[in-house]
């Protein structure tokens, strides 16, 4: 093996370190393995749509009450309901939709259980039964 000086031209005898083996983290050719991808990938017009369906349904179900126990009762009806349609929509349907029916009816739940909770500290009295 020779050394090159600085000042030298270039040398061409000159022993080369091998090539060394790419990292993955930019691939130079097709995956070596396959790649699986989602189906139906949640979007968020899903979510919107799914959250937009159940703030209705919701909105819905609570009209229907005449006061802070109907409206609570037919809150938590509503919003099982939901979570079933929820629940079918994972399985065999589009899980963005069944993510925004989620959203929406959690928050649902909580503000009919905070009407509950503030009729109870205002009047000291149990609402729903």
Do not use: C, K, N, Q
């Not at 189906?39 to 209705?56: D, I, L, R």
């Not at 009762?73 to 979570?83: C, D, K, M, S, Y």
Request: charged share 10%.
């Amino acid at each position: 093996m020779t050394i090159a000086r600085p000042d030298s031209g270039p040398d061409f005898g000159a022993v080369r370190p091998a090539p060394r083996t790419p990292s993955g983290l930019f691939p130079s050719g097709p995956p070596t393995r396959p790649t699986y991808r989602e189906p139906h990938p949640v979007t968020g017009g899903g979510v919107a749509a799914g959250g937009g369906a159940a703030a209705g349904w919701l909105l819905l179900f609570g009209l229907l009450g005449t006061d802070v126990a109907s409206y609570a009762w037919w809150t938590v009806i509503a919003g099982l309901l939901a979570g079933v349609t929820a629940l079918v929509l994972v399985r065999y349907g589009d899980r963005g939709v069944a993510t925004g029916v989620a959203i929406v009816t959690a928050g649902g739940w909580s503000i009919a259980a905070a009407v509950v909770a503030v009729r109870w500290a205002t009047s000291g009295d149990w609402p729903l039964w």
